[in-house]
């Protein structure tokens, strides 16, 4: 048996702990008297200023603290392989914020074009444009890539008559990767004729 280093708070019986536990905490206590040599003791003001936050509605205590990026890509990976094994709450998801479905919806004013660009398949259509050709095909520049489409957007959406974002789910010509190419942002400016703006 350990040699008692300190004694129970209340009842005075001795006591081992292990020198890191004693660093930690304000008093030592035996099982029997644990919860009224908290009361005892009371507590400290920053637990009580972490409790007074805790209990007012609309604080976070922990604002500021940011995920370690070990646990960042272990919940990325959780939630990626629940939505891969539940393909249809995914759809069920999308559903309800969808169109009218959605709370920013004002009646369809957006342009097909620009409503196409802020789809979800277009996003993974760009990222894997990107990923394919690692760099600018034009001048070999890694630096602010982006994805280009060889047959304008516009002219996709007239040649397969895409009247809504479903119709443009449900064409496969429209995210064809061999319908894309990377390119940097000066040399896409200029492959639509545009002035790169400064800065």
């Excluded at 206590?29 to 007074?52: D, F, N, Y």
């Excluded at 936050?53 to 922990?62: A, D, I, Q, V």
Aim: with cysteine; glycine share 8%; proline share 5%.
């Amino acid at each position: 048996m350990r040699t008692p280093n300190t004694e129970c708070l209340l009842c005075g019986k001795p006591l081992y702990r292990r020198p890191f536990e004693l660093a930690k905490v304000r008093y030592a206590a035996c099982m029997a008297h644990r919860s009224e040599a908290q009361k005892v003791a009371g507590i400290t003001p920053k637990q009580q200023h972490g409790l007074s936050l805790g209990s007012e509605k609309g604080t976070n205590h922990r604002t500021g603290y940011k995920h370690r990026p070990e646990s960042r890509l272990k919940a990325s990976a959780t939630h990626k392989a629940y939505w891969a094994a539940h393909p249809e709450k995914a759809i069920a998801r999308g559903a309800k914020t969808r169109a009218e479905n959605h709370y920013k919806w004002n009646g369809g004013s957006s342009r097909l074009n620009t409503s196409i660009r802020t789809m979800h398949e277009n996003r993974k259509w760009m990222d894997a444009v990107k990923a394919r050709d690692g760099q600018c095909v034009r001048c070999g520049s890694a630096d602010c890539l982006e994805s280009h489409h060889l047959t304008p957007l516009v002219e996709l959406l007239t040649s397969h008559a895409i009247k809504s974002r479903d119709d443009a789910r449900d064409c496969a010509q429209l995210w064809d990767l061999a319908n894309g190419e990377t390119l940097c942002r000066p040399c896409h400016y200029a492959e639509h004729g545009r002035t790169l703006p400064c800065g």
